[in-house]
Nanobody, 122 residues
Framework: QVQLVESGGGLVQAGGSLRLSCAGSGRTVSNYDMGWFRQAPGKEREFVAAITRSGGSTAYADSVKGRFTISRDNAKNTLFLQMNSLKPEDTALYCC???????????????WGQGTQVTVSL
């Protein structure tokens, strides 16, 4: 099992940028496909982005395509999410996940972090 810890969230104005990190420990994350998900208050968790274990393939939700970029540094056991042109509707708790049990956007992952809060103001 791999332990995941997110960081990099915060308060930013609309149009701004943030870079989230997800540090893995316990097992090397290079063994796993990984993803980012988010959950806003009163809403269900939704898929944001995912990346295969080698980093060779990525997938994005339509709502973030062209604004967010997922990447990974397997040597540093870390997953990233670069978020640009942020909008108030991006406000949510962002969680990383590792070891997909189904398709990468399904939300079915074996390991989850606790999340980092992103708040985008007008």
């Amino acid at each position: 099992q791999v332990q995941l810890v997110e960081s990099g969230g915060g308060l930013v104005q609309a149009g701004g940028s943030l870079r989230l990190s997800c540090a893995g420990s316990g097992r090397t994350v290079s063994n796993y496909d990984m993803g980012w998900f988010r959950q806003a208050p009163g809403k269900e968790r939704e898929f944001v982005a995912a990346i295969t274990r080698s980093g060779g393939s990525t997938a994005y939700a339509d709502s973030v395509k062209g604004r967010f970029t997922i990447s990974r540094d397997n040597a540093k056991n870390t997953l990233f999410l670069q978020m640009n042109s942020l909008k108030p509707e991006d406000t949510a708790l962002y969680c990383c996940a590792a070891d997909a049990l189904g398709t990468l956007n399904s939300g079915r992952y074996r390991n989850w972090g606790q999340g980092t809060q992103v708040t985008v103001s007008l």
